[in-house]
């Protein structure tokens, strides 16, 4: 779409939270550039699941995301289990013990990242991209623009910035150097299982349909990707130790690793990390429960998605939560009263009022839940009945939502915030 405004937005970052705010703002005419680390668009990680107010968001970014989200989920195999989000089970005791479904409207979408974003780049022009560019500093210019040097020595200026590059955001850091990202002492084994071995190790219907298996110290979930084809598999343990290098989230590790740290877990856990590769990698949690932003921006800087929000995985709402930022920074931004650098930075202002507290609740509740699946979280334990109704309760806040009428509560909020500025104006004239 040809840019209908004369400004110029920068996006750092090219992963979910980039992309979806970059093919939001081209398909509004709201003109942008899109730097990225890599030399190409590409995602780490294997499968990823989103909710229904995720699926609410691609929409309000625009129909290609839902479209393209479409094409590469996968769903339960079963028919009765369409709705189903998780089955979870006594994953601990032999034979299992008590076990509930959560269900929701969309049940579980499972897609592969690096799938996903594939489709996803052919929704914007190449030339928006300028790839290999590692941010180092953000500066101001005497000209009035925000200068970003990079890595490789080139410069670039932009009216505003947006960082959306993920948990070890330069755009956070540059803005608030004591928001780190903090160990939450849970690390986890990622693996894809073909899926006929996975359905001779735990039967048709925990291999086709998502299962989360819950134990003291650790917990397995599972669920179907690439078509049915494959089964994820992430299985996660608490562990006192700090992690060994905060500068790295992955390490090497082996099955034999798995298997110890799931020691005494039932016969379907075991069979399911006996079929994981025999060298693994082991992917720390990090998040910002302990070092959390005072704000998700500062004048005509902005972060977004996990630069602004990072969180563990356990509500599997995270890559959602970037999806809706994206839609409600697009609705903003797009807003017929934002046409200069002065109406970007209230705009950053709405969208920091309107996201902050839900993004920063979402990475309180995701450690709680994660800790009820391994039956360590105060008042909850190891009663099924408790866990059952945490999890409905929080993925209620998390899905019973209109993301449509958040982006225009916004946009009202938007609308107030600039009347009130022209009136000032109009009475110290």
Same mark, same amino acid.
């Given at each position: 779409?040809?840019?209908?405004?004369?400004?110029?937005?920068?996006?750092?970052?090219?992963?979910?939270?980039?992309?979806?705010?970059?093919?939001?703002?081209?398909?509004?005419?709201?003109?942008?550039?899109?730097?990225?680390?890599?030399?190409?668009?590409?995602?780490? =990680?294997?499968?990823? #699941?989103?909710?229904?107010?995720? /699926?609410?968001?691609?929409?309000?970014?625009?129909?290609?995301?839902?479209?393209?989200?479409?094409?590469?989920?996968?769903?339960?195999?079963?028919?009765?289990?369409?709705?189903?989000? +998780?089955?979870?089970?006594?994953?601990?005791?032999?034979?299992?013990?008590?076990?509930?479904?959560?269900?929701?409207?969309?049940?579980?979408?499972? /897609?592969?990242?690096?799938? +996903?974003?594939?489709? $996803?780049?052919?929704?914007?022009?190449?030339?928006?991209?300028?790839?290999?560019? %590692?941010?180092?500093?953000?500066?101001?210019?005497?000209?009035?623009?925000?200068?970003?040097?990079?890595?490789? =020595?080139?410069?670039?200026?932009?009216?505003?910035?947006?960082?959306?590059?993920?948990?070890?955001?330069?755009?956070?850091?540059?803005?608030?150097?004591?928001?780190?990202?903090?160990? #939450?002492?849970?690390?986890?084994?990622?693996? $894809?299982?073909?899926?006929?071995?996975?359905? !001779?190790?735990?039967?048709?219907?925990?291999?086709?349909?998502?299962?989360?298996?819950?134990?003291?110290?650790?917990?397995?979930?599972?669920?179907?990707?690439?078509?049915?084809? %494959?089964?994820? %598999?992430?299985?996660?343990?608490? *562990?006192?130790?700090? @992690?060994?290098?905060?500068?790295?989230?992955?390490?090497?590790?082996?099955?034999?690793?798995?298997?110890?740290?799931?020691?005494?877990?039932?016969?379907?856990?075991?069979?399911?990390?006996?079929?994981?590769?025999?060298?693994?990698?082991?992917?720390?949690?990090?998040?910002?429960?302990?070092?959390?932003?005072?704000?998700?921006?500062?004048?005509?800087?902005?972060?977004?998605?996990?630069?602004?929000?990072?969180?563990?995985?356990?509500?599997?709402?995270?890559?959602?939560?970037?999806?809706?930022? *994206?839609?409600?920074?697009?609705?903003?931004?797009?807003?017929?009263?934002?046409? #200069?650098?002065?109406?970007?930075?209230?705009? +950053?202002?709405?969208?920091? !009022?309107?996201?902050? !507290?839900?993004?920063? @609740?979402?990475?309180?509740?995701?450690?709680?839940? =994660?800790?009820?699946?391994?039956?360590?979280?105060?008042?909850?334990?190891?009663?099924? *009945?408790?866990? !059952?109704?945490?999890?409905?309760?929080?993925? #209620?806040?998390?899905?019973?939502?209109?993301?449509?009428?958040?982006? &225009? &509560?916004?946009?009202?909020?938007?609308?107030?915030?600039? *009347?009130?500025?022209?009136?000032?104006?109009?009475?110290?004239?």
């Amino acid at each position: 779409m040809t840019p209908q405004k004369d400004i110029d937005i920068a996006i750092v970052g090219g992963g979910i939270a980039g992309l979806t705010l970059a093919i939001a703002l081209h398909h509004r005419g709201v003109p942008f550039t899109l730097y990225e680390q890599a030399p190409a668009f590409g995602e780490i =990680g294997a499968g990823v #699941s989103f909710t229904p107010s995720a /699926v609410q968001a691609m929409k309000c970014c625009h129909d290609g995301i839902y479209a393209a989200f479409e094409k590469v989920c996968t769903r339960n195999e079963w028919e009765s289990k369409q709705k189903l989000w +998780f089955d979870y089970h006594d994953g601990y005791n032999t034979p299992p013990g008590h076990s509930f479904p959560i269900s929701n409207s969309l049940g579980q979408r499972g /897609v592969h990242r690096a799938e +996903f974003l594939d489709q $996803l780049v052919n929704l914007i022009p190449q030339h928006v991209a300028r790839f290999n560019k %590692v941010l180092t500093s953000i500066s101001d210019a005497a000209n009035g623009k925000l200068v970003m040097e990079f890595l490789d =020595g080139t410069t670039a200026e932009a009216d505003a910035i947006i960082g959306c590059d993920g948990i070890k955001s330069r755009v956070r850091q540059e803005l608030f150097p004591t928001s780190n990202p903090s160990y #939450s002492h849970k690390y986890a084994y990622r693996g $894809l299982i073909p899926m006929n071995k996975a359905i !001779e190790a735990v039967g048709n219907e925990n291999a086709q349909n998502a299962c989360m298996y819950m134990g003291p110290g650790g917990h397995v979930l599972t669920f179907p990707v690439k078509s049915g084809t %494959v089964m994820n %598999v992430v299985a996660f343990h608490t *562990s006192e130790e700090e @992690w060994e290098d905060s500068e790295r989230n992955v390490r090497t590790a082996t099955r034999a690793d798995a298997l110890h740290d799931f020691a005494g877990y039932g016969e379907d856990v075991n069979k399911i990390l006996q079929l994981m590769d025999d060298k693994l990698n082991v992917w720390a949690i990090f998040d910002l429960y302990d070092n959390p932003v005072p704000s998700f921006y500062q004048g005509r800087v902005c972060i977004s998605g996990d630069a602004a929000h990072a969180t563990s995985p356990h509500h599997g709402a995270g890559a959602g939560f970037c999806i809706e930022d *994206s839609a409600i920074l697009a609705a903003l931004l797009s807003h017929e009263s934002v046409n #200069s650098p002065a109406d970007i930075e209230l705009a +950053f202002a709405v969208f920091d !009022e309107c996201r902050r !507290e839900r993004g920063q @609740w979402l990475v309180e509740s995701s450690r709680f839940i =994660g800790d009820c699946y391994e039956w360590r979280a105060e008042g909850v334990g190891s009663d099924f *009945s408790k866990i !059952e109704n945490e999890i409905n309760a929080r993925n #209620s806040i998390i899905s019973d939502v209109d993301v449509v009428e958040m982006c &225009q &509560q916004a946009k009202g909020t938007l609308s107030r915030k600039c *009347s009130s500025l022209t009136r000032e104006i109009s009475a110290n004239m």
